[in-house]
């Protein structure tokens, strides 16, 4: 199979709405894909989309060779989707919930200690979820989704609002399960997080895709002039791009042993993201 994850020219509209605008996307086996785009943009429609939930008005989605519209049982098995809408049972442990998906999905349940392990909630699986962290909610509801072990994996924003130190913990578990060779759609508005895990980068706005590939390509292809930026020993803050007016003007203060620090400045995806729709991830 070429793509395990394949969109072609999808439009959605809510109402009059258009939601999703001629949006085209492809994901081969193992590949780990970001879509980062600020609230409202049409990620979780997007996720919702791909994955049966909702269905286009125009255009195609597969996955895993099959019409997202489509999907069965059969398929269902081999996709993991991570959302907020937990769907966790509260007044249950962590235990119990999984049990509960074990059923559900008929995995064998002595796998489910193991997976409460990899998420790091052996401790507390007797613990009632109403008394779990956000980030021991997030981790549970990543557990359930790894119980059939997919081949696919939708995370949408899956380490919002968490602390740094969870957040590290599901990236690392990310990496783990990449390396094991799960493929990987991931919607987020943390260019950090792009930039840390993504193999590929769809920067998406207002329904359409505006721009994608690699962090370098992405990188290479908006660097505007080069420019650094000098802190001066007199405490004072300059940016200045690399013309050769400036290069000797840099050699001047250089000389005159004006300078404390230099750096250059790369371009990051929330500059790039700025320079092309004139507005923040946030
Ligand atoms: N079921 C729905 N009915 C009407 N409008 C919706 C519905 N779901 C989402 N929207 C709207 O579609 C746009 C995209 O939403 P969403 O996909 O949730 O964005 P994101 O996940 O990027 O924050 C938003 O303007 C949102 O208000
Ligand atoms: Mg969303």
Redesign the pocket.
């Known amino acids: 199979m070429d793509y395990v994850i394949k969109m072609n020219r999808v439009h959605k509209n809510?109402g009059t709405?258009k939601?999703i605008d001629n949006v085209s996307i492809e994901v081969k086996p193992g590949e780990l894909i970001g879509f980062l785009?600020p609230?409202?943009?049409?990620?979780?429609?997007t996720i919702k989309l791909l994955t049966g939930q909702l269905k286009q008005d125009r255009g195609e989605a597969f996955i895993l060779g099959r019409e997202s519209r489509t999907l069965n049982h059969k398929s269902y098995k081999q996709i993991g989707i991570v959302s907020d809408n937990s769907g966790l049972y509260e007044n249950l442990n962590a235990y119990d919930n999984l049990l509960l998906f074990s059923r559900i999905l008929n995995t064998d349940k002595r796998e489910i200690p193991k997976l409460l392990e990899r998420v790091g909630l052996k401790e507390d699986m007797k613990k009632s979820v109403k008394k779990f962290s956000r980030g021991m909610k997030q981790r549970l509801i990543l557990a359930r989704a790894l119980l059939h072990n997919p081949k696919v994996l939708f995370l949408d924003e899956p380490t919002s609002g968490l602390d740094p130190s969870t957040t590290k913990e599901i990236h690392q578990l990310m990496l783990e399960m990449k390396e094991a060779g799960t493929t990987f759609f991931l919607?987020t508005h943390d260019m950090a997080e792009a930039s840390k895990l993504c193999d590929r980068i769809i920067l998406f706005n207002e329904g359409k895709i505006i721009e994608s590939g690699t962090l370098e390509e992405l990188k290479l292809k908006h660097t505007q002039e080069k420019s650094v930026r000098i802190l001066l020993s007199s405490g004072e803050n300059i940016e200045l791009a690399l013309t050769s007016e400036n290069s000797s003007k840099i050699a001047m203060l250089i000389a005159n042993n004006q300078i404390m620090s230099i750096h250059s400045l790369e371009p990051t995806l929330e500059n790039i993201f700025l320079k092309l729709t004139g507005r923040g991830l946030q």
């Open positions: 809510f709405k939601v785009g609230s409202g943009s049409g990620k979780t429609t919607t």
